[in-house]
């Protein structure tokens, strides 16, 4: 057969493949030489500035940053909401020992005095927590006279004699000191009530009532102290000519922000940071107080010289307010936490006030304070009253008489804040749908003996007292049970979530597992194994 082979009807003679395999060569070339000559600089800068994108490819990743960017807004919101409550709760339990506390101990006392006349029908001498008003007022008149035997005044030219970068680590030293004490303090004034007031019954398993009383003195004394060495540097430091001793303490708290914010933090940690920050804020406020009232007496109360403080005030204080809004926002942005937790924090706070109204509270509402955000009025209360009255002298009838009104305005006072509190806290319980918890208390088990059989043989009908036209009282006093050796009702702010959504938690367990806790992740429970609010892990 002929080669190349012969083209048949309708198709091309490999003579025509060639030339238009060639021209196709040919016209591939022609536009590779164009491509080349295209790419120029202008052309590149052109399509630089015309190139375009569409953002909603990725509308999730966009929405989330958004999200964020408003979250960090509403951050000072609801964080200064949250502090304004807490600062609240701490000035009703601050206000507690210098207005309702003597008038309980007077009452029982009296109870004391007269019981005779009424004869011994009951088993107490006082009730438990009269009992305990006596041992916190007796520890506070104690402390009080063993105050005077410290020098301020020494104290202050002592801690102005040093230098600068001394006086600085000493102030560190002091805040870590004061969270150490804040830790361990509560749980030997705790240690000393349970020691008063337990039943006889029981086997005794401690060193006994007047030990625990002479560590509790002890610790007041010692963190009173330690509180006064503290308002003596930043009295030090109002008064030194350059204010660098003052700048170099403000810009400490913003080395808690380095600290802090790069951390990962679930909402327990930032719950307990949070009751941290409260704590912290309301003690500076009466640090500057006392602060204020020393400066005044040395300027013979001219009312000029509190001019002179107000700015050092403000910058102390406003420094307070950024950190804790800086460091909040961060936190909250790198861990992925909305701001409506802060609202769950303080329906937590806002439980634990309502729950101590209840007929089963297991504890007064100061010491819950105390537990939850480490805030121990005892030692402040104890400095306090030590500068007043250094400061203030009192001397003729009208004196007298002014102090009586000072008195009973302190009273008028904690009452109104008090009311006010607990109709709030009533609104934020409601608002997180906790109502029912407050309904339901729980028994758990004493040691050495299950809890299974006691609840079988127990029905609870305490809760919150129900008049005639049905409103709620959360004010009634507590009602002491029936065969109480054997039962202990806890409250209900040891077992539940703040958030409404939580799983209730059944803490019904044996004694053995009593010694064995697990770790705790209620917000509710965070009230131990803290330093004034921070996990000790």
Known sequence: ???????????????????????????????????????????????????????EHNEAKYTERRERVYTCMRIPKELEKLMFFGIFLCLDAFL???????????LAMFRFITLPCYGLSDRRLLQPAQVCDVLKGVILVICYFMMHYVDYSMMY????????????????????????????????????????TEPKERKRAHIGVIPHFFMAVLYVFLHAILIMVQATTLNVAFNS???????????????????????????????????SDIKERFTNYVLLLIVCLRNMEQFSWNPDHLWVLFPDVCMVVASEIAVDIVKHA????????????????????????????????????????????GFIPLPLAVLLIRVVTSSIKVQGVLAYVCVVLFYCGLISLKVLNSIVLLGKSCQYVKEAKMEEKLFNPVLTATPGKPAGKQQSTFKSTQGISTGENGST?????????????????????????????????????????????????????????????????
Not at 158 to 183: H, P, T, W
Not at 511 to 530: G, P, V
């Open 473 to 537: 009282s959360v004010t009634s006093q507590p009602v002491q049970q029936e065969n109480s050796p054997s039962l202990l009702v806890t409250s209900n702010s040891d077992q539940f979530l703040t958030t409404p959504d939580g799983e209730e938690k059944d803490i019904s367990q044996d004694s053995s597992e009593l010694k064995h806790r697990s770790a705790k992740k209620d917000l509710l429970e965070i009230d131990r194994f803290t330093i004034c609010g921070n996990r000790i892990d």
């Open 157 to 196: 030219h002592l801690i102005r004699g040093q230098s600068v970068i001394k006086l600085y680590i000493i102030y560190n030293m002091l805040e870590v000191a004061d969270r150490l004490f804040s830790s361990f303090g509560q749980d030997i004034l705790d240690a000393l009530y349970w020691t008063a």
């Open 330 to 373: 961060f936190i909250t942005k790198f861990n992925d936490i909305t701001a409506d937790v802060y609202s769950e924090y303080r329906a937590s706070l806002a439980f634990d006030l309502v729950s101590s109204r209840q007929k089963n509270a297991y504890t007064d509402y100061s010491d819950s304070v105390s537990r939850r955000m």
């Open 241 to 275: 000519h350059n204010k660098s001793l003052l700048t170099i303490m403000m810009s400490n708290n913003f080395v808690e922000i380095k600290g802090s914010v790069f951390k990962k933090f679930e909402k327990n940690n930032l719950f307990q940071m949070s009751n």
């Open 96 to 106: 507690y020992v210098f207005t309702l506390l003597p008038l309980r101990v007077f």
């Open 1 to 55: 057969e002929p080669w190349p082979p012969a083209a048949g009807p309708g198709q091309p003679s490999p003579q025509q493949r060639a030339e238009t395999l060639g021209f196709y060569e040919s016209d591939r070339g022609r536009k590779k030489k164009r491509s080349l000559s295209d790419l120029s600089l202008l052309r590149f800068i052109s399509a630089e500035l015309t190139r375009g994108y569409f953002l």
